[in-house]
DNA sequence: TTACCAAGTGAGAGGCCTCTTACATCAAAT
DNA sequence: ATTTGATGTAAGAGGCCTCTCACTTGGTAA
């Protein structure tokens, strides 16, 4: 189980290593400049080593956006919890735990819904997604809102929100500001309990 | 003056040419996969040819920027003038022309404030670029909120959603619901309206 | 008319990428 | 002890890209 650099010749988990290298790698350059080549001299292995467990890029980043399903689903739990027991403050912590799941790792919708990889079958991928989805509707199920038409509305007008402010964030539109990482979840919590309010006319 | 197949050696006006034909490559590929030859291959011209108008790759990118940020800002200026006189309305409406704007031509935020700009020296893209934000700005206060830092929070709102409803559509989130160009469009104002109602409370 | 020059062209250097192939290594099963 | 197979490597084919350079073209000004 030598993790680091006491290695030989094989690797040990490197299917695992691969994906944690992806994620730092998305981290620092975006999925613009995402390459098998470089997650490869992220991990110290060759730019051939990636192909004995993914077979090409796509199934790469599908491995990549099954992960980060799996663990902004965890991490938008932990926060709903955190938030108490208010249905919409448990809703509006979604647009807060997005933005710090996504800031932190690079791996937002944009990842795990990624263009390239409707071509590529992965059960698990797509099984994690659904539980992704699924968890948020169900923070929106436990709000008041009229109809299952609007909670699925309510639902996209917050991760739209939260994407939002990623976005805006990483792309360095709050530069000027200089808005911390802190304030601007503050802000998308806050856009989100709006939008929540908007909806939920009892 | 001919424009399209019957021009000889000189093109006549390349430069717009260029910049024309790089709106239509983001629209189709996106920023990811935007290059200066595929734009050259889709104005008709040699590789070599943008060379002649633009130092490189990214100057061309700040010519698109800069034009993409006066187009948005007259698209902008029309959809309040249809909006009418109701102001909050008329600052909702700027989600509705973002969304439209950048479903349409793809050059959106990430286009206009593209990191790798930042080391460009573009007056004309930074006059169009302060021009545009004030006159979302202007939109704003002419809103009764209390503050002036809330009107700009409020600004920075609307466009995080504006935004977040654009990259959700053009990612192809909403696939499954099939939401079309206008109703989408509509989703986003109406989230305009319901952040401009949170911070608009007299 | 001619000479000039802005704005085209083709060719190609050099870079990074994806993915393949033949070979190397080592742990585990025989 | 030997074999075997999963997993690593080095080398490289082939692609597309950015950008350069020497050369060509044709409108304009002397």
Redesign the pocket.
Known sequence: MGESRDR????????AALITASFEQLAEVGLR??????V??RA??????P???F????HLLSAVSAAAARDLRAAILTAADAAGDDPCARLASVAGAYFRYVVSTGAGLHVIYAQELYAVPDDERREHTRALMETVLDLAFAVDVPSYQQAVALVEAIIAVAHGYTSLFTDGFFNRGALSIDATAGRAVAAAHALIRAEHTP
Chains 1, 2 share one sequence.
């Open positions: 030989g010749y094989h690797h040990g988990d490197l299917r400049r995402f390459s098998v080549a470089a490869a001299r110290g292995v060759s730019s051939a080593a192909y004995r467990h077979p090409d890029r796509d």
